[in-house]
């Protein structure tokens, strides 16, 4: 992962791959955003308690922030 961001708000979290593909996750609680930015492996968190368990969607460069302001957290895994 190149970037991910969260809006608590709407409760989405964007992620950046390392392909340069972004998504959007929906109905993501903060508390596992919180648990995300504390991880030692955001791709071993991603693949055990977000892939498969909340609704994505890709996102394209015009959409990118469309859900909002986002918190921001830049870390590569």
């Known amino acids: ?5 969260y809006n608590q708000q709407n409760q989405v979290l964007q ?3 390392s ?12 508390e596992i955003w919180e648990s995300l930015q504390d991880t030692d492996s955001t791709g071993r968190f ?6 498969g ?4 969607q ?5 959409s990118l922030n469309a859900n909002g302001s986002f918190n921001h957290q830049n870390k590569t895994t």
């Open 19 to 30: 392909s340069g593909s972004v998504y959007q996750y929906t109905h993501v609680e903060p």
């Open 46 to 51: 991603f693949h055990s308690q977000i892939k």
């Open 1 to 5: 992962m190149q970037d991910v961001r």
């Open 15 to 17: 992620i950046q791959f």
């Open 58 to 62: 890709p996102v394209d460069d015009e």
């Open 53 to 56: 368990y909340y609704s994505s």
